[in-house]
């Protein structure tokens, strides 16, 4: 089993910057990729970012293109998600998971185990 643990979360202001982590560990640890999604009250959650297994290929949604980025450093076991310009569209509890290989990167249903989320909060 793989467990997943996010952190950096806060209170930020508009045009503010954050950066959060995602610590793996477990069996099989790093043998996957890793997608950020972040959900509000009442609404489906949203992908965010994508990582392949060893951090060569990502993919941002449209609407944080620019102002987020994804990253991983395997020998640290731990994902990473740079949030710049940050809007208070962005409010959202942050999650990270882990998945294998998919076409459908986007959709949470192809990812296998997730975190408890952390908590983002942009003040207009």
């Known amino acids: 089993q793989v467990q997943l643990v996010e952190s950096g979360g806060g209170l930020v202001q508009a045009g503010g910057s954050l950066r959060l982590s995602c610590a793996l560990s477990g069996r099989t640890n790093m043998d996957y990729a890793m997608g950020w999604f972040r959900q509000v009250p009442g609404k489906e959650r949203e992908f965010v970012a994508r990582?392949?297994?060893?951090?060569?290929?990502?993919y941002v949604e449209d609407s944080v293109k620019g102002r987020f980025t994804i990253s991983r450093v395997n020998a640290e076991n731990t994902v990473y998600l740079q949030m710049n310009s940050l809007e208070p569209e962005d409010t959202a509890i942050y999650f990270c998971a882990a998945g294998g290989y998919t076409l459908y990167y986007s959709d949470p249903r192809e990812y296998d185990y997730w975190g408890q989320g952390t908590q983002v909060t942009v003040s207009s």
């Open positions: 990582v392949s297994r060893y951090g060569r290929i990502t």
